[in-house]
């Protein structure tokens, strides 16, 4: 029997066919979960639609900056399927020059948009969200060890999900008396789009194969059936938690 069966929901942040995102909404719509996924522009439809419209997952275009469309896609994704079990956050964004910069040097504006899209975003989507979770659910976003370490070129995006992590935290105290749980998954390094922006990134995944215990490195499919998981009732007695997927590095020194 297919675990998801039943199960409705939201991915967030498809980018191309190599992303997170795109795992996690084949995998869970693979597993019997009616999934709506959203991209942020027609370029990313072009690429995610065909593979995902295979699986009967509809995708459209969602800028979460943007609160009027944001509401528009919730509001459609709440009309197709009368209500929500799982909300999927796997949105990230810094712009480079702050990004490939020092923390110290980062400007304002670019912290502040950076800590919005990537970071605000996953409590503003909650907010919508929450009227049609009257059942209970899960919600699960994307983070990195750069949270809890410093990791070399990671720059101001370890700050943000630091505090994404927080939120995680807080967000699970405010929503579990709805049933709801909230998590947040760290993968170790993937090379997706979103990670091409990160400097020196073929050293940082390197380092990550020679420090994981499984000598390796993981792949989207692997962070797609962890998350698969915490949409499942399953992990019903889970919440508040940064769960690795990582090989093991954030186990060892």
Avoid at 74 to 83: E, H, L, M, V, W
Avoid at 120 to 142: N, Q, R, W
Wanted: aromatic share 6%.
């Amino acid at each position: 029997m297919k675990m998801l069966k039943g199960k409705k929901g939201i991915v967030f942040g498809v980018a191309n066919d190599k992303s997170i995102a795109y795992a996690v909404a084949k995998k869970l719509g693979e597993e019997g979960a009616s999934v709506m996924a959203s991209c942020l522009n027609q370029k990313a439809y072009d690429i995610v639609s065909p593979g995902l419209l295979v699986l009967d997952i509809p995708v459209q275009s969602c800028n979460v900056e943007d609160l009027e469309q944001l509401k528009t896609f919730i509001d459609d994704a709440a009309t197709r399927f009368g209500k929500f079990d799982f909300i999927v956050h796997s949105i990230a964004w810094a712009p480079l020059e702050d990004l490939h910069g020092k923390v110290i040097d980062s400007s304002s504006a670019g912290f502040s948009r950076a800590m919005a899209v990537s970071c605000h975003s996953f409590a503003e989507i909650a907010h919508l969200c929450l009227p049609y979770m009257k059942d209970g659910g899960s919600m699960v976003t994307m983070t990195y060890i750069g949270a809890d370490e410093a990791v070399p070129h990671y720059g101001l995006m370890g700050p943000v999900k630091a505090a994404l992590e927080s939120l995680v935290r807080y967000m699970a105290l405010e929503l579990g008396p709805q049933k709801i749980r909230v998590h947040a998954v760290s993968p170790g390094p993937i090379l997706t789009r979103a990670a091409s922006g990160i400097e020196e990134f073929d050293a940082l995944m390197k380092h990550a194969i020679e420090r994981a215990p499984l000598g390796r490195l993981v792949t989207t499919e692997e962070v797609a059936n962890l998350t698969a998981f915490l949409c499942d009732d399953g992990s019903s007695g889970m919440t508040g938690q940064t769960i690795y997927v990582d090989g093991g590095c954030h186990a060892v020194a």
